[in-house]
């Protein structure tokens, strides 16, 4: 399907060129979704799931349910890449 751009108002199409550029630069940004899902999944981990799990006195006042809805939330963040969809139609886990 040809693509097209408006320059000074006018619909053109693009040369051969800039379809080949563009291709190029929608396969960069399919080729990294699995770097930006991964880097997501390191966010949350850091900013969600670390301050918890590190933290002795926060940890100890849970309960023994909470601690596992902790756990498995962790852990569903570390399988992250083996899920039916990865990178593209990720269903994240819900934090506790």
Known sequence: MPRFKVVDGIRTQ???AEEL???AEEQAFLD???DRARQERDRLLSNDVDPIVSNALRWND????????WTNYRQALLNIEDLEGFPDAITW????
């Open 14 to 16: 693009f040369t051969e």
């Open 21 to 23: 550029e563009r291709d």
């Open 32 to 34: 990294e979704a699995p």
């Open 62 to 69: 849970m309960t023994d349910a909470k601690r596992t809805e």
């Open 93 to 96: 886990p819900t934090k506790p």
